[in-house]
């Protein structure tokens, strides 16, 4: 079964509201190790995603790994919740959702940068500088060589994308000749 964009956001708010804002951090810790757990363990992945296994024996797993990882009861009750409404196969994109909720909450943000050279550390703390100031947010960020471009940077957070990159500015400037 295949579950919907919609669906997936609606169940990363569910349990976005069902914790403090203090408590989350925790619990996506908690369905991180999760997911991790399921997806290096092929015999756990199997009981999760195998149509042979029903509903119960998912929660009985699911009671193992709690246990295992000594898992909060809320984050335990949200995985119970997934398997029985056979959503567990969503929870990567469950917890990139809630996780930006997350920063979103806290007023934070993470900011990806992709640069031809590495930036030193002056550089990372005028650019955080510069991105908390026109975000309104903390930012955090995350540097990617790209060896592709020439100079400048692309900063990516969210939906917003900062292109000062002379790869950038020149398909710019192309698009702009080939209107007129």
Same mark, same amino acid.
């Given at each position: *079964?295949?579950? @919907?964009?919609?669906?997936?956001? +609606? ?5 976005? %509201? ?14 991180? $190790? ?19 296994? #029903?509903?119960?024996?998912?929660? !009985?797993?699911?009671?193992?790994? $709690? ?7 809320? &984050?335990?009750?949200? =995985?119970? *919740?997934?398997? !029985?409404?056979?959503?567990?196969? $969503?929870?990567?994109?469950?917890? &990139?959702? =809630?996780?930006?909720?997350? +920063?979103?909450? *806290?007023? /934070? $943000?993470? %900011? ?7 930036? #030193? ?8 500088? %510069?991105?908390?100031?026109? =975000? #309104? ?10 060896? /592709?471009?020439?100079?400048? =940077?692309?900063?990516?957070?969210? @939906? ?10 020149? +398909?710019?400037? &192309?698009?702009?000749? /080939?209107?007129?």
């Amino acid at each position: *079964m295949k579950i @919907n964009g919609k669906s997936i956001v +609606r169940y990363a708010k569910s349990i976005y %509201a069902s914790v403090t804002i203090d408590k989350l951090e925790a619990v996506i810790n908690e369905l991180t $190790a999760v997911n991790r757990l399921v997806c290096e363990k092929k015999h756990i992945t199997g009981i999760f995603i195998n149509p042979f296994f #029903n509903t119960e024996d998912r929660v !009985k797993a699911l009671e193992t790994i $709690a246990g295992k990882l000594a898992l909060a009861d809320t &984050t335990k009750r949200f =995985l119970s *919740m997934l398997i !029985k409404s056979r959503a567990i196969k $969503a929870l990567p994109q469950i917890i &990139t959702i =809630l996780a930006a909720l997350y +920063r979103d909450g *806290m007023k /934070t $943000a993470n %900011a990806v940068v992709a640069t031809p050279i590495a930036l #030193n550390g002056e550089q990372v703390q005028n650019l955080k500088k %510069a991105l908390s100031h026109r =975000l #309104n947010k903390e930012v955090t960020i995350e540097n990617v060589i790209d060896p /592709t471009l020439i100079g400048g =940077l692309i900063a990516t957070v969210g @939906n917003l994308v900062i292109d000062t990159s002379i790869k950038g500015q020149l +398909r710019l400037l &192309t698009e702009s000749l /080939t209107k007129e």
